[in-house]
């Protein structure tokens, strides 16, 4: 409480006005003119196929006594994991952390921190990757950890139902939060439930895993026929190689290289408001969005010049709109997922309860103004120029962020010469490409509209939006009414 | 789904102040090791940077790197919501907001303009003890960064508009409910704070506030907390990364020469925070998993125990070979879920230990799990591979966090604030984690985590049968929520 008394007090202490300068006064209002933009340098690297079909790939980056190791596996769940098994490539990559023929779990785990460092293991959509960080003089015996989790693991049973018992908690508790039921039901209402893109993991999908099928997906899957090697740091390309092949001896070529081959995504339906229905929530979740362009696009830097100043820079028009100018969210943002299908464009954000409509409304306003009623002004243009090729230098500081942006060229599979190449596309785009793109990817009228949130709170003012019909689901992105609510 | 991006200008949650304090805690030279690597290491690896105080007392701490082509600009203010006062909980935080909607010679959105907008990115943040804002950007962009941040230090209050800090305060209820309110488990820290502390204790409220208090907040309260607080002797400047150190000395001074000094700041004296007995309490959260946190009172970044408590919440949590994690989530499986904490702030420390149930077990049975794993290392102590581990993952953190320009600005800024050294993270703190000994963490396992604890129970709504020993634990409510507002 004195502290309280003392705090209070001090607070109301009359201050003097600032002293008067001491040297001729500064014209404060003068923009610090910049000198030369630094050359961007973009790290140099080396390639060697190895005879089991392993792309090799090393960079040497001499600053600090560290090494960045990425196994990347090009393709992931949308290749590999069957529909009924969402949920099986996540089990496979703890469970290969559950010990191997000469150590069991906790002894890796302890090997590992004694080295100082852990194994990231790890499918996503497209890709996957078993990456570790190590202090350079301990680079060798983490290979050696990392290739014996990859080789050698022994997949005990006990630890397949502990993960799933994990997982299905996880799960609840996702469905705790708006967020995580929008990340879960915003995709099988974009493309269905058939659809890779619209798969969703379920009690019912992780029930469904068994040993057996844990065991095949890994034998099938990290094949080095699709497996590049990214290394970054305090190495050199031969040392690496012999390395590499030592710790990799047994790992024979086999399987082939992942193919992309999607069915075509759902046509696009009328434009609809989906809700599902969170009793109490202070604020709805919303996402935005239509099925978008594959990364292979060749309108790809038109769109992310076009997306950075919708909905990527702080000062984008839609965070200015929503969160600067009318305070109804702590951050709203656009994204194009660019995957070798069609992945999603959504604008998403948390809005505050009360104004759900009023928000809904803003974003429609301003994802309809950027397809050309409100063109991109000259300073839009460069700004969203500027942040992209500008910002490249700074993805190169880190050992790790060195190897992520040369695994995403062979991820992706993209030019080598991609970072010399990219400022000259971005800075080649146009204000008028930008309307171009907005109006061809960024499709209003077939919008699919999901909203997490109170639903008593927010239907009636959404119906008197009159943007669209509204439909109700439940968390699991199933219809709860027969019929639509027409404004 | 692609996650959300992170947030710029957020208040520091628990778990990024986490992360921020354990890469203060753990910057520190590696020491000598027998192979080439760590040698290396060991011989050339520090920090190096110059200091110097302009006569306006604003301290400068400049840090050269030139291996990549950005710079970092750090201005850490010695405030934070620890200095608010009653009916105005939140506010360090909400002005941190009104510094990026213009000064003086500023308008509205040159910031981003000139950070964001030339490749670089700009953010704030607010903890108990600080207040700290940062731009990082391209090198040739240092003098832009460094107009930027002198002009609101010294001209914040000759642009201050009603529109847009009301807008402000709109957007950090906003941040609120969408950090605490509508998250699961998203106000515990704040019951657990009201249980540990004093009335009215400085650390008894969080960061992020009370809604009645930030929807009371005016523009009048912005002017005297910038007088009192925003002055140059009240801050640390650093600067690191691809500058020549004699030409940003030249400009430091030319932007920050000039600001006028700030009064002194009596800073409020905080005794030590101890409990005379356990408190027990039940908050009823809308979750289907309960969860269950254990909170001691501990040590601030001053104390000498401060490096041996990090290294016992190594051993009991956070991995899979840590104690309560093998033996609860692994061996028995009681537990689909448990994570360890320590906080240590400039006046207190907490420890902490939070418990996630798997279906048909109680918190009742994780929490006297829990004390019996905590009571067998208090009799036995570690082992000494138990410590090795936690020793190898410090250096590797160590070595990592020298890669980014913005991590060391802060590092070397926080230590300047809180020490008056920018270096005693990796000079003075190092040495010290790298002496602890197996007999010290045991000591500190005895010394505080001992019965005189606070014990959370969160549970779904109207379960409150669910709460560990419900029939001792007392049912709370977050004064702080909107909810506890609408819903009395």
Not at chain 2, 429 to 436: E, I, K, L, N, T
């Given at each position: 409480?004195?502290?309280?008394?003392?705090?209070?007090?001090?607070?109301?202490v009359?201050?003097p006005?600032?002293?008067?300068?001491?040297?001729p006064?500064?014209?404060?209002?003068?923009?610090?003119?910049?000198?030369?933009?630094?050359?961007?340098?973009?790290?140099?690297?080396?390639?060697?196929?190895?005879p089991?079909?392993v792309?090799l790939?090393v960079?040497?980056?001499?600053?600090?006594?560290?090494?960045?190791?990425?196994?990347?596996?090009?393709?992931?769940?949308?290749?590999?994991e069957?529909?009924?098994?969402?949920?099986l490539?996540?089990?496979v990559?703890?469970?290969?952390?559950e010990?191997?023929?000469?150590?069991?779990?906790?002894?890796?785990?302890?090997?590992?921190?004694?080295?100082?460092?852990?194994?990231?293991?790890?499918?996503?959509?497209?890709?996957g990757?078993?990456?570790?960080?190590?202090?350079?003089?301990?680079?060798?015996?983490?290979?050696?950890?990392a290739?014996?989790?990859?080789?050698?693991?022994?997949?005990?049973?006990?630890?397949?139902?502990?993960?799933?018992?994990?997982?299905?908690?996880?799960?609840?508790?996702?469905?705790?939060?708006?967020g995580?039921?929008?990340?879960?039901?915003?995709?099988?209402?974009?493309?269905?439930?058939?659809?890779?893109?619209?798969?969703?993991?379920?009690?019912?999908?992780?029930?469904?895993?068994?040993?057996?099928?844990?065991?095949?997906?890994?034998?099938?899957?990290?094949?080095?026929?699709?497996?590049?090697?990214?290394?970054?740091?305090?190495?050199?390309?031969?040392?690496?190689?012999?390395?590499?092949e030592?710790?990799?001896?047994?790992?024979?070529?086999?399987?082939?290289?992942?193919?992309?081959?999607?069915?075509?995504a759902?046509?696009?339906a009328?434009?609809?408001?989906?809700?599902?229905?969170?009793?109490?929530?202070?604020?709805?979740?919303?996402?935005?969005?239509?099925?978008?362009?594959?990364?292979?696009?060749?309108d790809?830097?038109?769109?992310?010049?076009?997306?950075?100043?919708?909905?990527?820079?702080?000062?984008s028009?839609?965070?200015?709109n929503?969160?600067?100018?009318?305070?109804?969210?702590?951050?709203?943002?656009?994204?194009?997922?660019?995957?070798?299908?069609?992945?999603?464009?959504?604008?998403?954000?948390?809005?505050?309860?009360?104004?759900?409509?009023?928000a809904?409304?803003?974003?429609?306003?301003?994802?309809?103004?950027?397809?050309?009623?409100?063109?991109?002004?000259?300073?839009?243009?460069?700004?969203?120029?500027?942040?992209?090729?500008?910002?490249?230098?700074?993805?190169?500081?880190?050992?790790?962020?060195?190897?992520?942006?040369?695994?995403?060229?062979?991820?992706?599979?993209?030019?080598?010469?991609?970072?010399?190449?990219?400022?000259?596309?971005?800075?080649?785009?146009?204000?008028?490409?930008?309307v171009?793109?907005?109006?061809q990817?960024?499709?209003?009228?077939?919008?699919?509209?999901?909203?997490?949130?109170?639903?008593?709170?927010?239907?009636?003012?959404?119906?008197?939006?009159?943007i669209?019909?509204?439909?109700?689901?439940?968390?699991?992105?199933?219809?709860?009414?027969?019929?639509a609510?027409?404004? | 789904?692609?996650?959300?991006?992170?947030?710029?200008?957020?208040?520091?949650?628990?778990g990024?102040?986490?992360?921020?304090?354990?890469?203060?805690?753990?910057?520190?030279?590696?020491r000598?090791?027998?192979s080439?690597?760590?040698?290396?290491?060991?011989?050339?690896?520090?920090?190096?940077?110059?200091?110097?105080?302009?006569?306006?007392?604003?301290?400068?701490?400049?840090?050269?790197?030139?291996?990549?082509?950005?710079?970092?600009?750090?201005?850490?203010?010695?405030?934070?919501?620890?200095?608010?006062?009653?009916?105005?909980?939140g506010?360090?935080?909400?002005?941190?907001?009104?510094?990026?909607?213009?000064?003086?010679?500023?308008?509205?959105?040159?910031?981003?303009r000139?950070?964001e907008?030339?490749?670089?990115?700009?953010?704030?943040?607010?903890?108990?003890?600080?207040?700290?804002?940062?731009?990082?950007?391209?090198?040739?962009?240092?003098?832009?960064?460094?107009?930027?941040?002198?002009?609101?230090?010294?001209?914040?209050?000759?642009?201050?508009?009603?529109?847009?800090f009301?807008?402000?305060?709109?957007?950090?209820?906003?941040?609120?409910?969408?950090?605490?309110?509508?998250?699961p488990?998203?106000?515990?820290?704040?019951?657990?704070?009201?249980?540990?502390?004093?009335?009215?204790?400085?650390?008894?409220?969080?960061?992020?506030?009370?809604?009645?208090?930030?929807?009371?907040?005016?523009?009048?309260d912005?002017?005297?907390?910038?007088?009192?607080?925003?002055?140059?002797?009240?801050?640390?400047?650093?600067?690191?990364?691809?500058?020549?150190p004699?030409?940003?000395?030249?400009?430091?001074?030319?932007?920050?020469?000039?600001?006028?000094?700030?009064?002194d700041?009596?800073?409020?004296?905080?005794?030590?925070?101890?409990?005379?007995?356990?408190k027990?309490?039940?908050?009823?959260?809308?979750?289907?998993?309960?969860?269950?946190?254990?909170?001691?009172?501990t040590?601030?970044?001053?104390?000498?125990?401060?490096?041996?408590?990090?290294?016992?919440?190594?051993?009991?949590?956070?991995?899979?070979?840590?104690?309560?994690?093998?033996e609860?989530?692994?061996?028995?499986?009681?537990?689909?879920?448990?994570?360890?904490?320590h906080?240590?702030?400039?006046?207190?420390?907490?420890?902490?230990?939070?418990?996630?149930?798997?279906?048909?077990?109680?918190?009742?049975?994780l929490?006297?799990?829990?004390?019996?794993?905590?009571?067998?290392?208090?009799?036995?102590?570690?082992?000494?591979?138990?410590?090795?581990?936690?020793?190898?993952?410090?250096?590797?953190?160590?070595?990592?966090?020298?890669?980014?320009?913005l991590?060391?600005?802060?590092?070397?800024?926080?230590?300047?604030?809180?020490?008056?050294?920018?270096?005693?993270?990796?000079?003075?703190?190092?040495?010290?984690?790298?002496?602890?000994?197996?007999?010290?963490?045991?000591?500190?396992?005895?010394?505080?985590?001992?019965a005189?604890?606070?014990?959370?129970?969160?549970?779904p709504?109207?379960?409150?049968?669910?709460?560990?020993?419900?029939?001792?634990?007392?049912?709370?409510?977050?004064?702080?929520?909107?909810?506890?507002?609408?819903?009395?």
């Amino acid at each position: 409480m004195k502290i309280r008394l003392w705090l209070s007090t001090a607070i109301v202490v009359a201050l003097p006005a600032f002293g008067g300068a001491q040297t001729p006064a500064l014209d404060r209002t003068a923009i610090p003119t910049p000198g030369p933009l630094p050359q961007l340098n973009v790290p140099a690297w080396t390639e060697t196929m190895l005879p089991n079909g392993v792309k090799l790939v090393v960079s040497e980056k001499h600053a600090l006594p560290l090494v960045s190791f990425r196994l990347n596996f090009v393709g992931g769940t949308t290749q590999f994991e069957p529909a009924d098994r969402a949920g099986l490539a996540d089990l496979v990559t703890r469970m290969m952390l559950e010990g191997t023929t000469t150590r069991s779990g906790n002894r890796l785990a302890t090997d590992l921190q004694l080295l100082g460092t852990s194994l990231d293991l790890s499918i996503a959509q497209e890709s996957g990757v078993l990456a570790f960080q190590a202090t350079s003089d301990k680079f060798q015996p983490a290979l050696a950890l990392a290739a014996d989790v990859l080789l050698h693991p022994t997949f005990p049973a006990p630890a397949l139902e502990r993960l799933r018992g994990q997982a299905l908690v996880s799960l609840t508790q996702m469905r705790d939060r708006t967020g995580g039921i929008a990340s879960m039901v915003y995709p099988k209402i974009l493309y269905g439930a058939q659809h890779p893109y619209g798969r969703m993991t379920t009690e019912r999908t992780l029930n469904a895993v068994t040993r057996a099928e844990v065991v095949n997906f890994h034998r099938a899957y990290f094949q080095p026929a699709r497996a590049i090697v990214t290394v970054v740091g305090d190495v050199n390309p031969d040392s690496v190689k012999i390395a590499f092949e030592k710790a990799f001896a047994g790992w024979s070529a086999k399987g082939s290289p992942a193919t992309f081959a999607y069915p075509a995504a759902p046509a696009s339906a009328a434009r609809t408001i989906y809700i599902v229905d969170k009793p109490g929530a202070e604020q709805s979740t919303f996402a935005i969005g239509t099925v978008g362009p594959p990364r292979s696009t060749p309108d790809y830097y038109a769109i992310r010049v076009m997306n950075e100043m919708l909905g990527v820079l702080f000062q984008s028009r839609l965070n200015h709109n929503i969160r600067e100018e009318k305070g109804y969210s702590y951050g709203v943002f656009s994204n194009f997922a660019f995957g070798r299908g069609p992945g999603p464009f959504m604008a998403m954000g948390d809005i505050v309860t009360a104004k759900s409509d009023s928000a809904l409304i803003e974003f429609m306003h301003e994802l309809e103004d950027i397809r050309g009623k409100r063109p991109p002004t000259e300073d839009e243009l460069a700004q969203a120029k500027a942040s992209l090729v500008q910002s490249l230098p700074a993805s190169f500081a880190s050992v790790a962020g060195v190897n992520r942006s040369i695994a995403s060229i062979y991820l992706q599979d993209l030019p080598r010469d991609y970072y010399q190449q990219f400022a000259k596309a971005v800075t080649a785009v146009t204000g008028e490409e930008v309307v171009r793109v907005a109006r061809q990817y960024i499709d209003p009228q077939h919008f699919s509209i999901l909203i997490v949130g109170d639903k008593k709170r927010i239907e009636a003012g959404l119906v008197a939006t009159k943007i669209a019909p509204i439909v109700e689901l439940n968390d699991r992105g199933e219809r709860v009414n027969a019929a639509a609510v027409t404004p | 789904m692609t996650p959300l991006p992170a947030i710029s200008r957020a208040v520091a949650t628990a778990g990024a102040a986490a992360g921020l304090l354990a890469s203060v805690a753990t910057a520190q030279a590696p020491r000598p090791g027998p192979s080439s690597g760590a040698s290396r290491a060991a011989s050339s690896i520090d920090i190096p940077f110059e200091r110097f105080t302009l006569p306006n007392g604003l301290t400068v701490v400049l840090s050269p790197d030139h291996s990549t082509p950005t710079v970092a600009v750090q201005v850490v203010y010695h405030v934070g919501s620890k200095n608010e006062v009653a009916g105005r909980t939140g506010f360090a935080h909400l002005f941190e907001h009104v510094m990026f909607t213009g000064s003086g010679h500023v308008p509205y959105g040159m910031h981003d303009r000139f950070t964001e907008g030339v490749g670089g990115s700009n953010n704030g943040n607010t903890w108990f003890d600080w207040t700290r804002y940062y731009e990082t950007n391209p090198s040739n962009y240092l003098e832009t960064a460094l107009w930027l941040e002198s002009d609101r230090m010294g001209f914040l209050l000759d642009s201050l508009n009603e529109a847009k800090f009301n807008a402000q305060r709109d957007i950090v209820q906003n941040e609120r409910r969408q950090s605490y309110d509508n998250q699961p488990n998203g106000r515990d820290e704040e019951v657990i704070a009201l249980a540990m502390y004093p009335k009215g204790h400085p650390y008894s409220w969080q960061t992020i506030g009370s809604m009645a208090d930030l929807r009371a907040a005016s523009v009048e309260d912005v002017k005297q907390f910038f007088r009192m607080y925003y002055a140059p002797n009240n801050a640390t400047l650093a600067i690191v990364g691809d500058f020549d150190p004699a030409n940003a000395r030249a400009l430091v001074t030319k932007y920050f020469g000039d600001l006028g000094r700030g009064p002194d700041i009596t800073r409020p004296t905080v005794p030590p925070v101890t409990l005379t007995e356990e408190k027990r309490i039940t908050l009823e959260d809308r979750v289907q998993v309960p969860r269950l946190t254990i909170a001691w009172p501990t040590v601030s970044v001053h104390s000498a125990d401060e490096p041996a408590l990090v290294f016992l919440r190594d051993i009991l949590g956070n991995s899979r070979t840590a104690r309560v994690t093998k033996e609860l989530v692994y061996d028995r499986q009681l537990a689909a879920d448990v994570d360890a904490s320590h906080f240590a702030f400039e006046d207190a420390g907490q420890f902490q230990l939070s418990l996630v149930p798997r279906p048909g077990h109680t918190l009742t049975e994780l929490e006297s799990a829990a004390d019996s794993i905590i009571a067998r290392l208090k009799r036995v102590g570690p082992t000494a591979e138990e410590v090795r581990r936690v020793k190898a993952g410090q250096q590797a953190t160590f070595i990592n966090g020298l890669q980014s320009n913005l991590g060391k600005a802060s590092q070397l800024a926080l230590d300047e604030t809180f020490f008056r050294d920018p270096s005693y993270s990796f000079r003075v703190r190092y040495p010290r984690a790298q002496a602890v000994t197996a007999a010290d963490i045991q000591r500190v396992a005895r010394k505080y985590l001992t019965a005189k604890r606070v014990v959370l129970s969160n549970v779904p709504m109207g379960r409150t049968a669910l709460a560990s020993h419900a029939d001792r634990s007392t049912v709370v409510t977050d004064p702080f929520t909107e909810r506890a507002e609408t819903t009395p």
